[in-house]
């Protein structure tokens, strides 16, 4: 949702910070409207990020934290998604294009199961009866 490509199991990853951040403002307007900023801000922020980091982006932001949702402007929005980077403890990660070099182990990802079944070798064919297969 909101233009995330992936997700690592609780998380929403994005292809670089700005989508992040957009994903953001978008997520708090459609899904907070009409939550103050202090309530919308504690239900989303990690509790990684502490008890106080809500505290935190309003401190940084200078809005108020009563203010609804609704009510904030896209500009105001903006600078709340803006602090998320320090304050939700977001990690930046490297990605790569399949057209572009690439390290070692991301090209090996990159191979498709039957692509490594083909490569005539009878030992990649042949499963023990013991050992597990994955059949999605």
Known sequence: ??????????YAIFSDEESGRVAMVDYL???YPNHTLEDALRQQLPPEAGPKAADR?????????????????????????DTFPDVAG?????SYD??????????DLWESPTDAGETGSSEAATTSDDAPTDNS
């Open 98 to 107: 399949s057209d572009s070099a690439a390290p070692d182990w991301v090209e």
């Open 1 to 10: 949702m909101y233009g995330a490509s992936g997700c690592d199991g609780e």
């Open 57 to 81: 982006v309003i401190e940084k932001t200078g809005l108020d934290p009563r203010q609804k949702v609704e009510e904030l402007t896209m500009d105001q929005l903006e600078t709340v998604a």
């Open 29 to 31: 307007r459609n899904e």
């Open 90 to 94: 977001w990690e930046l990660g490297e």
